[in-house]
């Protein structure tokens, strides 16, 4: 082979590896940032969690899920905000004007009709109805419960997981639970889980949802169902996806069954930059079921509250 064949071939694998990394990086970056790992006194000053203000100063929102310029927030109070501004650990937020319903009745895409992804098939039988559940930080824990935030690949989470498995059997709805480790908790965790979300929609379920807990003040999860104690429940929505007003519907209409059947029970709905996985599927979910200071306990009782509202929204 000539000198001047060798030198193009060179110059061409070069090209090629510079893009491959380009791409990577490009992907890393695009790809949603990952809740910051809590420390075990749930309690301290220096738990890691972002403060959301309105534009007169009063505190909308806490949460451990990072958050950007131009996310929104859907209260429990269904006022609808977005994000205008983010300094370190706190956030400005003003009433987003919106024409967009906050009821019942906004459409969700069939997911009988919708285009699969090149992983989907269709050789699982037909249900009558049927959800999937997962776990990205599979690590999550309740710290009264477990002595400790995080327990690396056997997380509180999947107890969480298989109580809203159960509830949601006992009304006929089938489930399935993927029990796989996605960690370390690290930027990768939903590249990894991603592989477990397609896995799971080869059963073409009703729903897909992702189970974790947030970091921040156990004050804001903290509630009571007929005076028994209960951790709120957060519903997260990933913007940077085909799917986001299906999602965003969806989330909307099981916040407000629960609205009407557990009061209080729902601290809103996150619309946070990425896309969460839930590019795969037209009603795929984050629930956050409480936060690390949440007892386990708690966390069980307020995801069979959910799945009544899941119920009603399904049957």
Known sequence: MD????????????ILITLMVAAYIINTISSPQLKPQPGNDFNSDKAAYVTVTDTQGNIILQTGIPVAQDDEYISAEDIHYVIISVKGNKAVAKVKKSNVSLKPGNKVVNTASISYPRVITTEAPARLHHMVIYHTHSDESYV???GKASKPGNGDVYEVGSVLAEALNKAGISTSQSESNHGPHDINAYHRSRRTVAQLLKERPDACFDIH???APLSAYSTTNNGIPV????I???RSNPYNNSNLAYAKQIKSAADEL???LMRGIFIGKGDYNQDLYPTALIFEVGTEGNSLDTANRSVRLLADAIIGVTL
């Open 3 to 14: 000198t001047i064949s060798k030198r193009y071939i060179w110059i061409f694998f070069s």
């Open 144 to 146: 009264p419960s477990s």
């Open 213 to 215: 807990r947030d970091s």
């Open 231 to 234: 951790s709120r429940v957060m």
């Open 236 to 238: 997260v929505v990933g």
């Open 262 to 264: 557990h009061p209080g």
